[in-house]
């Protein structure tokens, strides 16, 4: 529970990035790096979604702020429409299993769970989810002969001054948490610190007058999750009273021998699950029942 003060922390500094200029200075950064590749304009989309995800932590957050860009960017690349929207939505989930992802720090404080071995366990399942959807964008890219940016050094030095200070905040945070040099509460404060050190000083994209209007955008993610982690954590205490998690258990016990069918009808369930409720109810209600089977 002494990890929960970071949720808020990295949403407000996944907003101040959001309503600054950050998207736009990492859009030029990733399209001079990869515009030249087969697909690479999808793979930068997919890179600069995947990013902003990881500290606004929705990925409704993420379009809203950079859908028309990217959009933009991708069909003016010629991909067609469908294909472009439904790589901005999918890419902006997947920044939830990097650090400093708030689903995964809010399952460590429901499941009790190391967060920084949790962090760790996100990072290969979301390396395999960025390589498969970039391996899709270039197959799609190279079906539909969609035209290249030749590679040009003259706009790629600017693009990597412009969006230097940007690129190195995920590092910072890595470094820090991982290091052992801050907590996961104070590498939120100094996310929030650097990010307003960038937006209001260094890029000055955001005033000092618009910085409240920035805090009631991130009030209703933030609230929402802190009203859903004390109702469910009440309905987690309910379903342990009831003994639901012991009777589950027993009839798993009975019924399933293979870990494989296990993980199998674990995985149904929760995709079913995920197709009703948001994340953050979902690790609320269906932890405290799936850790006791696991």
């Given at each position: ?204 994209d955001i005033s000092v007058k ?69 994340i953050f109810s979902a690790i ?11």
């Amino acid at each position: 529970d002494n990890s929960i003060p970071a949720i808020p922390l990295f949403t407000f500094a996944g907003f101040i990035l959001s309503e600054s200029k950050s998207g736009e200075r990492l859009v030029n950064l990733f399209r001079s790096l990869f515009g030249w590749m087969p697909g690479g304009m999808a793979i930068m989309a997919i890179l600069v979604c995947t990013f902003f995800t990881t500290f606004t932590g929705a990925s409704g957050v993420t379009i809203l702020a950079l859908g028309g860009l990217l959009a933009y960017i991708l069909t003016n690349s010629k991909y067609n429409e469908s294909f472009s929207n439904g790589l901005i939505t999918a890419s902006g989930s997947i920044g939830m299993l990097f650090p400093p992802s708030l689903p995964i720090i809010l399952y460590g404080v429901v499941a009790q769970v190391n967060i920084k071995k949790m962090f760790v366990g996100g990072l290969i399942p979301g390396f395999l989810m960025v390589s498969a959807l970039s391996v899709y964008s270039v197959v799609v890219a190279v079906k539909s002969d969609i035209e290249r940016v030749p590679f040009d050094y003259k706009n790629l030095f600017p693009a990597i001054r412009e969006s230097f200070w940007d690129i190195l905040l995920p590092f910072i945070i890595l470094l820090g948490f991982f290091g052992g040099l801050f907590t996961i509460v104070e590498t939120g404060a100094i996310a929030v610190v650097y990010s307003l050190f960038i937006s209001l000083i260094l890029h000055r994209d955001i005033s000092v007058k618009k910085l409240p209007d920035v805090m009631m955008k991130c009030l209703p993610i933030i609230g929402g999750v802190l009203v859903i982690l004390a109702i469910s954590r009440g309905l987690s205490y309910f379903i342990v009273d009831a003994e639901i998690p012991m009777n589950l258990s027993a009839w798993v016990k009975t019924h399933i021998q293979s870990r494989v069918v296990f993980l199998i009808i674990l995985n149904i369930v929760l995709l079913i699950t995920g197709c009703f409720m948001d994340i953050f109810s979902a690790i609320m209600v269906v932890v405290p029942l799936i850790l006791p089977l696991g």
